[in-house]
């Protein structure tokens, strides 16, 4: 059994429908009272835009005392993993009022899993690694049942990087920047994080639609060089940055002579607009890695998911997300860089 969790109940509907033009089965089911939508059969190597989190191949353990789940979690690791394998844990509790929580009941469980795994000479990471980390997630349902799905490293890679999660649940917050342009700056930072992919010193980032600023802020305290292109400017004291170059134009029809690093976009458009700067930006490798935000008008357009996934599907040199993140308000984020 596969599960994928929804950011909320609202969102669970949508993502239903999603998932049955995503994947080849009848039998997918919400989760009464829970963000949580469950589907039997095969979900390797999709995209599922409008879930958090996915914990594909899980299994059922039975509801019990947390030392006799530890034990029966332990004995499923020991039994797919091998211990020279570093393990990403995460243990969380899905309820209908606070979605994720990593505390209580969980925490418990998770610090009695990792003590047993490390008498077993586990070792299990501090920082989540997609590319050489075993995965393992464990959830925690009202009548206390756990869910467990536990991937090897080479697996979660090949398999299911575009749908498993560095945060637990794949609930995570942002903390606030009084200093930002706009709280819009926590998406670049979420995206960051979801592709365990980070802005470095030096890198060139063209954002496209800066304005006011929020993500070419995040480039700038990364020690990037901006080029922001609007037709409206960005903060004053972003223009004055050494480290920016301001271009009032029109972003759909801008673009660099050469490769650069990051091409990074929140603009207000119709979704369509950003399969332009796919093709733009990302067909042509005009940049390294890329974060674009898809914008949806009320909830009619999410059929148009399908023509994104179409389009990740082509894009062969590039590992690709397309992730509803938590800060995502009616929206979706499509990301990725180069292999």
Same mark, same amino acid.
């Given at each position: 059994?596969?599960?994928? @969790? #929804? ?53 059922? @353990?039975?509801?019990?005392? @947390? ?23 995460? +243990? ?18 998770? %610090? ?11 070792? +299990? ?30 697996? #979660? ?5 575009? +749908? ?41 980032? +063209? %954002? ?19 080029? #922001? ?5 960005? =903060?004053?004291?972003?223009?004055? %940055? ?20 990051? #091409?990074?976009?929140?603009? @207000?458009?119709?979704?369509? =607009? ?66």
């Amino acid at each position: 059994m596969n599960f994928f @969790i #929804a950011k909320n109940l609202d969102w669970t509907p949508y993502l239903v429908d999603e998932l049955k033009d995503t994947v080849e089965t009848e039998n997918i089911q919400k989760v009464k009272g829970l963000p949580l939508v469950k589907v039997e059969g095969s979900v390797e190597n999709i995209q599922v835009g409008l879930s958090l989190c996915a914990l594909p191949e899980a299994q059922e @353990i039975e509801a019990g005392s @947390i030392g006799e789940q530890a034990d029966a979690i332990v004995s499923q690791v020991q039994d797919h993993i091998g211990n020279d394998d570093g393990i990403n844990l995460q +243990v969380f509790s899905l309820s209908e009022k606070f979605c994720v929580i990593t505390s209580g009941r969980a925490e418990i469980l998770r %610090d009695k899993v990792h003590k047993k795994l490390k008498r077993s000479q586990y070792i +299990v990471k501090r920082n989540y690694d997609p590319d050489s980390l075993a995965q393992v997630q464990a959830m925690i349902l009202p009548n206390r049942e756990v869910h467990l799905s536990i991937l090897e490293s080479e697996k #979660a890679k090949a398999s299911y990087k575009g +749908v498993i999660s560095p945060f637990a649940g794949g609930f995570t917050t942002i903390k606030d920047d009084k200093d930002a342009p706009s709280r819009a700056f926590k998406k670049i930072i979420e995206a960051q994080k979801v592709m365990n992919c980070f802005m470095q010193p030096g890198e060139t980032v +063209v %954002d496209l639609g800066a304005c006011p600023g929020g993500w070419s802020y995040v480039a700038l305290n990364r020690g990037c060089k901006v080029i #922001a292109i609007d037709r409206s400017e960005v =903060r004053e004291d972003l223009l004055y %940055d050494d480290q920016l170059e301001f271009y009032k134009t029109d972003a759909f029809q801008f673009k660099t002579n050469e490769p650069i690093d990051w #091409a990074i976009s929140d603009i @207000i458009c119709m979704p369509e =607009r950003i399969l332009e700067l796919v093709e733009t930006w990302v067909v042509t490798k005009l940049c390294r890695r890329f974060v674009f935000t898809i914008k949806f008008q009320g909830q009619d357009h999410y059929s148009i998911l399908n023509e994104f996934k179409e389009k990740v599907d082509s894009l062969n040199d590039y590992e690709v997300i397309l992730r509803q993140l938590n800060v995502n308000k009616n929206e979706v984020t499509l990301m990725g860089y180069l292999r």
